[in-house]
C-alpha cells in the first residue's frame, strides 16, 4: 500500500466517525411537549424514525401548513415517520400566545395531532441546542417560520426545505418517502 492510500483512508473513516458524532448528538436534546411539563428526551422518543422538523407560528401566511403537516404525519406514521413542531417567536412577533394558546389554536383550527413542543428560538444569540445543531449539520438556519429539516432514522439531517417548500410538494414527499425506505446506516 502506498502511503497516500494509506493516509486516504484515514481521512475517510475519520471523516465517517465525524458524522457519526453528528448524527448521534443531534437528538440528545430533551424538549417539554407544548403545554407539558415532563421534558421528553427526543433521541429516546423518536430513535429509529424519520422526522421532519419544523419550526412554526400561528401568524403567519404560511400557518395554513398546518394542515398538510398533520396529513403527512397521519400518512406515513406507521412507517415511522413524525412530525415535531416547534414554535417560535422568533420572525416578527408571528408566535406571541402561550403556550397553551398556540395549543388550543393548533388543536381547534387545524387538528393538529402531532408532537408540538416549548417554545424555542430558531435564530439568534439564544438558539436552542436542537436549532443550532440543524444549522450547524446543513449550514442552514431558518429564514421564516416553516423551515423544515428531514431527519433520517439514524439521526443525520439529510434534507432541509425553506418555508415555501408546502408539505405536499413532490421534492419533500420523496425524501421522506426515499427516508422511510432506506436502512439506517
Request: hydrophobic fraction near 40%; aromatic fraction near 10%.
Amino acid at each position: 500500500m502506498n502511503r497516500k492510500w494509506l493516509k486516504t483512508m484515514i481521512f475517510v473513516v475519520a471523516l465517517a466517525a465525524a458524522g457519526s458524532v453528528l448524527a448521534a448528538g443531534l437528538l440528545e436534546v430533551s424538549y417539554r411537549p407544548l403545554a407539558g411539563k415532563a421534558p421528553v428526551r427526543l433521541n429516546e422518543k423518536y430513535a429509529g424514525q424519520v422526522l421532519l422538523v419544523v419550526n412554526t407560528a400561528s401568524k403567519c401566511g404560511y400557518t395554513p401548513q398546518y394542515e398538510g403537516l398533520e396529513a403527512l404525519h397521519q400518512k406515513y406514521a406507521a412507517r415511522g415517520f413524525a412530525v415535531l413542531g416547534f414554535p417560535s417567536n422568533d420572525f416578527k412577533g408571528q408566535e406571541p400566545g402561550s403556550e397553551q394558546q398556540i395549543q388550543e389554536f393548533c388543536t381547534l383550527t387545524y387538528g393538529v395531532k402531532f408532537p408540538m413542543f416549548e417554545k424555542v428560538h430558531v435564530i439568534g444569540p439564544e438558539t436552542t441546542p436542537l436549532y443550532r445543531g440543524l444549522t450547524q449539520a446543513t449550514g442552514v438556519a431558518p429564514g421564516w417560520n416553516f423551515h423544515k429539516y428531514l431527519i433520517s432514522r439514524d439521526g443525520r439531517v439529510v434534507a432541509n426545505f425553506p418555508s415555501k417548500i408546502t408539505p405536499d410538494d413532490p421534492a419533500l414527499v420523496a425524501a421522506i418517502e426515499r427516508e422511510l425506505k432506506a436502512s439506517p446506516r
